[in-house]
């Protein structure tokens, strides 16, 4: 299901009138033509509309994805559950589809996490890790601003860094867990970042 299509069936499934989902952002005929795959909207409208519809652009794409998870959280799950099982071939597997991935489309989720796994096979091999030339490592040490991708990359991968690393990066994804404190997902996450810098740091 596209996004236009999934507007459309929340519309109608809630009964909000045409009228109420637009308001003043846009023409009944500028909805018509969005909803029927002829034209996109502004990001502006776009967010208004999803407003008016009550609904997160999570959801909306939880239900465009036939109720599934994104590629993301699919590959992220996959990862979870092969590093507690301690699955080195499928570690090694999911390593290679996503440097396969990354090689085809250079989403840079899929070299993110490429490098994660790396860590985490590391871990389980109980060998080292040149965290210098991770490339997951690279990007949390030079980025400067945090969203929750960050935090759950950082939670995930912490363990291989060393003290001074955990000095220079923890004090930024602290600073933003301020910001996002009232959204459950972030919150979840600033409080197993705190506990597993804890862990971390007793570790060393």
């Given at each position: 299901m596209e996004i236009y299509e999934a507007?459309?069936?929340?519309?109608?499934?809630?009964?909000?009138k045409i009228e109420e989902a637009i308001g003043n952002s846009m023409s009944r005929a500028s909805f018509n033509r969005y909803i029927n795959g002829k034209t996109d909207l502004y990001t502006s409208h776009f967010l208004e509309l999803l407003e008016k519809l009550h609904v997160s652009?999570?959801?909306?794409?939880?239900?465009?994805?036939?109720?599934?998870?994104?590629?993301?959280?699919?590959?992220?799950?996959?990862?979870?559950?092969?590093?507690?099982?301690q699955n080195i071939h499928e570690?090694?597997?999911?390593?290679?589809h996503c440097r396969n991935?990354?090689?085809?489309?250079?989403?840079?989720?899929?070299?993110?996490?490429a490098s994660l796994t790396e860590v985490l096979l590391a871990r389980v091999e109980?060998?080292?890790?040149?965290?210098?030339?991770?490339?997951?490592?690279?990007?949390?040490?030079?980025?400067e601003t945090w969203t929750r991708y960050e935090l759950v990359m950082f939670n995930n991968s912490?363990?291989?860094?060393?003290?001074e690393a955990l000095k220079q990066i923890l004090p930024k994804a602290i600073n933003k867990l301020a910001y996002y404190k009232e959204i459950n997902?972030?919150?979840?996450?600033?409080?197993?970042?705190?506990?597993?810098a804890i862990i971390a740091f007793i570790r060393r």
């Open positions: 507007v459309a069936t929340l519309r109608k499934d809630k009964n909000i652009l999570e959801e909306i794409e939880f239900m465009c994805n036939g109720y599934t998870d994104n590629v993301e959280k699919q590959l992220m799950k996959e990862l979870k559950h092969a590093f507690e099982d570690l090694t597997f999911i390593l290679q991935e990354y090689a085809i489309d250079k989403n840079v989720l899929h070299n993110h996490l109980h060998k080292n890790v040149d965290l210098k030339e991770n490339e997951l490592y690279k990007y949390l040490v030079k980025t912490m363990f291989y860094f060393d003290a997902p972030y919150a979840n996450e600033g409080f197993r970042l705190l506990i597993n």
